[in-house]
C-alpha cells in the first residue's frame, strides 16, 4: 500500500511537472507567434498606406533588420526586396501569401526552413497599383527553443524528482498507517483521523441506505421482469448505442431469438432498414411509427426515445399484434364498397325501367316486363338488406335468448317454406335422419338451414336433388346439406364463406342471390361454437356439414 500510494505521489508529481514544462511551453511559443502575426500585420498595413502614398521610394531610406519587405507584381515577379537583388530572386507567383493576397486582398502563411530549426511567417497585401506588398520574419521553431532548454529542463527535472520522492515517502507513510487500520465494514467503530469521523459517519449512513436501495431496485427489477414477460406485445429496450437492455418473450418470439440477447447490437436480430431508420431516429429524438408482416401476422411497430433530464438515453420499441384489426379492416372496406355496388345494380336497373315507363317510350304490351322487372330488383334489395340485418345482429354478438331445439322440426320447417322455390327450379328437396335436440338460437339454426338449403336448389341443375341430414356421431349432432349441383371448384372452398363472394358472379346475379347467405352461416355457426366443413366436387355436387 505504501508503495502504491508512493509511486502514485511520485508519478503525478513527475507527470504534473513535465506536462507544466510542455504546457507552459507551447502556450507561451503560441502567444508569441499570435503576438508575433498581430505584430507583422499591424507593421504590414503602416508600411503599405505609406507605399502607396509616396511608392516604392519609401524603403530607400528604410532600414530593418527585424523585418523583410518584398513587392511582387501580377506575374509574380521580384519588384523590390530589402535583403536581397530582385533581379536574382525566384518568381513568387506560386508563394501560398501571395496568390491569397491577389485573390482577397490579404494572404498570409508560415514555412519552415530545410533543417526544421526556424519557422518564417508572412503576411501579404494588395497595394493600390495592383502589385502585392509582403512582410516576413523569421524565428526559431518549437522544436529548436526546447533544445536550447534542454539544460535547463533537466536541472529543474532532477531537483523536482529529488524533492517529489523525499515528499512521497513521508507523505505515503503518515497517510497510510491510520488507513490501513480502518474497518470499512463498520465504519462507526472506527477511531482514526478526527477529520475522517464525519466521512466514516456518512460512511455508515450510506451502507445502510445502499442496502435498503439495494433491495428496492431488486425488488422493482423482479416486479419488472415479471411484468414485461406477462406482456403480449413485444417490449425491446435499447440503450444510446442501440444494445439491448431487455427483451421480453413476445418480442424474441417475433424476432426469432431464442437466447439472451442483453448487451448484444439490436440490429443483429433485425437486419431491415426501416427498423434501423426508426432507432436511429428515436435516438435522435423522434418518433417512429409503422406496420409490416412478419410470420404470417401483421404487426405495428413503434419507436420512441427514452429521455432522462433532457437528454436521449436510449429507444424503447414496441411491437402490437393487429392481424385481427388489419383483418377486420379490410373486410370492412371490402364489405362497404361490396353493399354498394350490390345495393347500386338492383337500384340502376330499377330506375332505368321506371324512367322508360314515365317516358311513355315502353308499348303497352311491354309494360307488365318492364314493372316485372322493377318488381324483381326490389325484391332482391329487400332480401339484401335483410341479410345485412341479420349479419350486422350476428357482428354485435348479442345474446338471444336460448332454448332446446329439435333439428329435425327446424329441417322439416325449411323443407316446407322452401318446397316451393325448389319446384319452381325443377329440384326435390328433401329430409331424412332422427330427432336431434341442442341447446341453442332457433332463430339461428333456421338460418343455418335455410341458407344452406336455398344455395342448395339456387345452384342445382335441372332435376336436381337435395338432402337435409340429421344425426348424431359419438353423440355430437350434425346437419348436413347434400345437393347434386354444380359444384364448387378446389380454389373456392375457401372462401365462399366470405361476405358477397361468388364463385360464378353471372350465374349468382341471374339467380337472384345475395352473396351473403353462407357468410351468414358461418356467423351463426361460429355463434354456437360448432363446426363447419365443406365437401364438393365440380359438376358432381356439394355437401356442407355442420357439427355441434
Known amino acids: 500500500m505504501t508503495k502504491k500510494i508512493f509511486r502514485s505521489i511520485f508519478t503525478v508529481a513527475f507527470v504534473v511537472l513535465l506536462a507544466s514544462i510542455g504546457i507552459a511551453t507551447s502556450f507561451l511559443y503560441d502567444y508569441f507567434n499570435d503576438s508575433q502575426q498581430s505584430r507583422l500585420k499591424a507593421e504590414l498595413l503602416l508600411v503599405a498606406d505609406t507605399v502607396n502614398e509616396v511608392g516604392v521610394e519609401y524603403f530607400d531610406n528604410f532600414d530593418s533588420t527585424v523585418f523583410r519587405f518584398t513587392i511582387v507584381d501580377a506575374d509574380g515577379t521580384v519588384l523590390y526586396d530589402t535583403q536581397a537583388k530582385a533581379d536574382e530572386m525566384e518568381n513568387h507567383a506560386g508563394r501560398e501569401e501571395i496568390i491569397e493576397a491577389f485573390e482577397t486582398g490579404e494572404g498570409s502563411s508560415a514555412r519552415n526552413s530545410e533543417t526544421l530549426t526556424e519557422k518564417t511567417f508572412y503576411e501579404a497585401v494588395l497595394l493600390e497599383n495592383g502589385d502585392v506588398l509582403r512582410i516576413s520574419v523569421s524565428q526559431l521553431t518549437l522544436g529548436a527553443l526546447i533544445l536550447g532548454m534542454i539544460p535547463a529542463i533537466c536541472a529543474i527535472i532532477l531537483v523536482a524528482t529529488v524533492v517529489a520522492i523525499v515528499l512521497s515517502l513521508a507523505m505515503a507513510k503518515q497517510v497510510t498507517e491510520p488507513l490501513m487500520k480502518l474497518d470499512l465494514e463498520h465504519p462507526a467503530d472506527n477511531v482514526a483521523y478526527e477529520e475522517l469521523t464525519p466521512i466514516l459517519t456518512k460512511l455508515h449512513k ?98 420512441n426515445p427514452i429521455e432522462s433530464s433532457g437528454k436521449i438515453k436510449g429507444a424503447i420499441i414496441l411491437i402490437f399484434d393487429i392481424t385481427d384489426r388489419a383483418f377486420a379492416e379490410r373486410n370492412r372496406q371490402e364489405f362497404t364498397a361490396n353493399v354498394s355496388h350490390e345495393l347500386k345494380t338492383p337500384l340502376q336497373s330499377i330506375i332505368g325501367s321506371a324512367e322508360l315507363l314515365e317516358t311513355g317510350l315502353v308499348k303497352d304490351e311491354d309494360k ?7 318488381r324483381k330488383e ?58 336431434c335436440n ?51 371448384a378446389p380454389e373456392h372452398h375457401g372462401r365462399i364463406f366470405e361476405r358477397f363472394y361468388r364463385v360464378d358472379k353471372s350465374h349468382s346475379r341471374e339467380t337472384g342471390g345475395t352473396g351473403l347467405g353462407l357468410s351468414i352461416v358461418k356467423h351463426a355457426v361460429q355463434y354456437h361454437n360448432a363446426k363447419i366443413s365443406l365437401e364438393s366436387e365440380v359438376g358432381k355436387g356439394t355437401t356442407v356439414t355442420v357439427k355441434f
Not at 332482391?380 to 332446446?404: F, G, K, M, Y
Not at 336455398?454 to 340429421?470: C, F, H, L, Q, S
Request: hydrophobic fraction near 35%.
Open 438 to 488: 341442442i341447446l341453442g338460437v332457433r332463430r339461428y339454426i333456421y338460418e343455418i338451414i335455410y341458407n344452406l338449403c336455398d344455395n342448395a336448389i339456387r345452384y342445382n341443375v335441372d332435376g336436381g336433388k337435395v338432402t337435409v341430414r340429421v344425426s348424431k356421431d359419438l353423440g355430437r349432432a350434425e346437419i348436413s346439406v347434400s345437393d347434386t349441383g354444380i359444384g364448387i
Open 378 to 435: 326490389a325484391s332482391r334489395l329487400v332480401n339484401l338488406i335483410n341479410d345485412i340485418i341479420r349479419l350486422s345482429q350476428l357482428d354485435e354478438n348479442s345474446e338471444p335468448a336460448t332454448e332446446t331445439v329439435e333439428l329435425m322440426n327446424v329441417a322439416y320447417e325449411v323443407i316446407q317454406d322452401l318446397s316451393a322455390y325448389a319446384a319452381e327450379k325443377n329440384v326435390s328437396l328433401s329430409a331424412e335422419g332422427e330427432p
Open 368 to 374: 307488365g316486363k318492364f314493372i316485372g322487372n322493377i
Open 206 to 303: 450510506q451502507h445502510k441506505q445502499i442496502k435498503k436501495q439495494m433491495n428496492s431496485i431488486r425488488r422493482k427489477s423482479d416486479e419488472f421482469e415479471q411484468l414485461v414477460s406477462s406482456m403480449n406485445e413485444g417490449l425491446v429496450l435499447l440503450d444510446e448505442y442501440a444494445m439491448v437492455l431487455s427483451m421480453n418473450q413476445a418480442a424474441k418470439k417475433i424476432f426469432g431469438v431464442s437466447k439472451d440477447v442483453k448487451g448484444d447490437d439490436f440490429l443483429l436480430y433485425d437486419r431491415t432498414t426501416r427498423m434501423s431508420k426508426a432507432i436511429w431516429e428515436a435516438l435522435e429524438g423522434n418518433h417512429t411509427e409503422y406496420t409490416e408482416q412478419r410470420n404470417g401476422s401483421e404487426y405495428q411497430l413503434t419507436v
